[in-house]
C-alpha cells in the first residue's frame, strides 16, 4: 500500500510543498485530522523532497485541522548533512498554522547494532476481539485500520492496572515497511490512557514523537503501550512496535491531554 495515496497527499509544482484535503478518511471521533496521520503526512512529505529516509519525526499539534480543510505543507531543510538531513514541515490552512513537524531523514552504516527491548509474550492476533472503542468515535481512521486487543473480554475492554497493554494493528493489505505507516498505527497512547483509567477515557495527544528502528513490511503490528505516568491533567506514554516476527520496527511516544469521551 502507498502510504501517501492512503493519506491522500498531492504534490505540486513545487517540489517543497504539498497539499492534503482533510477527508474523513484521516479523521479521528471529532471530525479533524488523526494526529498518527498528521505525522506520517509530514513525514511522507519531508521523505518526498529530500529522497531520505527517516530516523526520527516529532509533531506538535497547534489547533484542529477540520473535516473538509485543506492543509498545506511546506518542507524547509536548515541544515542538509552527508548522512542526516533536518527539516521542518509547517502545515497550515489559510494563514494558520495547524501543525509543526521536525523530521530528520537520512540513515549511516555502522557496525554496531543491537535492540535491548524484548517483546511481550502475548497472544498472536488470531481470535482477538476488536478494541474497544465508544460507538460516537469509530468512524475515519477507525474504519481503515483493524486493532485487535490482547484481553480476556470478549468485547475489547482492556483493563491494565499495571500501566501496560498491548493492541495488535494491521492496515489494508497490511502494514507497509515505512516511517509513516507506523507513525499512523503508532498513536496508541489514548488506548493505554483508557484502559489504565476508564474505557471511555481518551487523551487527544498535543505532540507524537516517532523513532524508526528499522521498519519493514508485516502483516500485524504489535503496539506495545506503556503508560509511564498520569498528572495536572495530562498523559505520557511510550508504544514499542513490534513486527509479528518480533523485530522492533519504531518507537513511538505521546502527551496527551485527557478526558472522557465525548465531553
Known sequence: MDVASFLGLEPTTDPARFRLPVTREICGG?????????LATAIEAAEAHTGRPTAWATCQFLR??????????????????????????????GDAEVF????SVGERDFPAEGVWQTMPDVPGPEGLPVRYIRAQNKGGIRERITELAVTDDP????????????????????????????????DEVSTGTSAVIEKDMQAPSIDNTLRVVRPKATPWVLADIELRAVARGFAHGVVNLWSQDGELLAIAEQTGVIRIRGT
Do not use: K
Open 155 to 186: 468485547d475489547g475492554v482492556m483493563t491494565n492496572p499495571d500501566g501496560r497493554c498491548a493492541v495488535w494493528i494491521t492496515m489494508p493489505g497490511g502494514v507497509p515497511g515505512t516511517a509513516a505507516a507506523l507513525a499512523v498505527i503508532g
Open 30 to 38: 471529532r471530525d479533524s485530522i488523526y494526529g498518527g496521520c498528521a
Open 64 to 93: 484542529p485541522a477540520h473535516l473538509d480543510s485543506v492543509v498545506d505543507l511546506e518542507v524547509l531543510v536548515p541544515a542538509a548533512g552527508r548522512a542526516v538531513s533536518h527539516t521542518r514541515v509547517i502545515a497550515r490552512v
Open 100 to 103: 509543526a513537524a521536525l523530521v
